[in-house]
């Protein structure tokens, strides 16, 4: 991870040396991140169309070859091939997300590390240096604690981390009694709660439309399978409810054990992400609309 932590760095330590402030830098860096990822972003929600309008036909094929795992294989591949569309997609744009997010809290863990390229031994010259001072030394985040001691001291290891009046190098659990250090956490969890809420609400607009879409004469003579059907779909948008509920705690886990730059990042990011899923769905509902009227 810390050769992607090396190269956001050093794009957000550009982004601050022209800003001068730490939390405006990762928001700008936070939002050319994500123009970066935009196209990935929008073929994601299109294979996520895709592999919906998929089930049926998948479903056909489970059935029909349940007793030939070979074939079923062999047919998958080639219903992939004809949609132009890879099953491993799905799990590209989870493992970039997974180094994206692993990189950026490398970054944040260690700012003078990765974005002010301070050397290692003047990093392990100032830790020496407090622990001989008897100074408290965040040990997750040692590099923290030497910007708070030292940044004033040291051009070197200096960083503006106050922004609207927040301090984004503290770790909420480390400083319960500020209220301030609520307040980022607080709002990404609302904004992971609304982006959770926006998925469901699409999914659940997703399995309607494919119900809707299935012609009636599908239905005659087949109730069981209608109902076995709509319990499928229940069981999908109870289990879009559960994770409602468990990503908000696990969302809430995190942020408070890490700096506050780094729930600013997470927040900034679901954010633009909320804008971001609202506008491409619309535009790819737009567009079908459009194929659909031809």
Do not use: H
């Not at 407090?130 to 030394?137: A, H, S, T």
């Not at 070197?156 to 659990?173: A, E, H, I, R, W």
């Amino acid at each position: 991870m810390s050769f992607f932590a090396n190269i956001f760095g050093t794009i957000l330590g550009f982004i601050y040396n022209i800003v001068n402030n730490y939390g405006l830098a990762i928001i700008i860096f936070s939002i050319i991140l994500k123009v970066v990822l935009l196209p990935l972003s929008i073929k994601q929600q299109r294979t996520m169309k895709k592999t919906a309008k998929l089930q049926d036909q998948m479903k056909a094929l489970q059935f029909k070859y349940k007793n030939d795992p070979e074939k079923l294989n062999q047919e998958t591949m080639k219903l992939y091939k004809s949609e132009n569309m890879s099953p491993f997609s799905g799990c590209l744009s989870a493992i970039i997300q997974l180094i994206i997010l692993l990189a950026v809290f490398y970054m944040v863990k260690s700012p003078l590390t990765f974005v002010k390229k301070v050397p290692a031994d003047v990093i392990s010259n100032y830790q020496t240096q407090l622990q001989q001072e008897n100074k408290e030394i965040n040990t997750a985040y040692p590099e923290i604690s030497i910007i708070d001691y030292k940044g004033s001291e040291d051009e070197q290891v200096s960083f503006n981390m106050d922004f609207l009046g927040l301090d984004l190098s503290k770790v909420p659990t480390q400083n319960l009694s500020d209220p301030k250090v609520y307040i980022i956490p607080v709002l990404y969890i609302i904004s992971t709660l609304i982006s959770t809420k926006i998925a469901t609400n699409t999914q659940k607009k997703e399995n309607k439309k494919k119900m809707l879409d299935k012609p009636i004469e599908d239905y005659e003579g087949e109730s069981s399978e209608v109902k076995k059907e709509v319990e499928e779909v229940d069981m999908v948008e109870q289990t879009n409810k559960s994770m409602s509920l468990v990503m908000p705690i696990m969302s809430i886990s995190i942020s408070m054990v890490a700096p506050l730059g780094l729930a600013l990042y997470w927040l900034v990011s679901n954010v633009l992400m909320i804008l971001e899923r609202v506008i491409i769905n619309k535009y790819l509902e737009s567009k079908e609309e459009k194929e659909d009227a031809k």
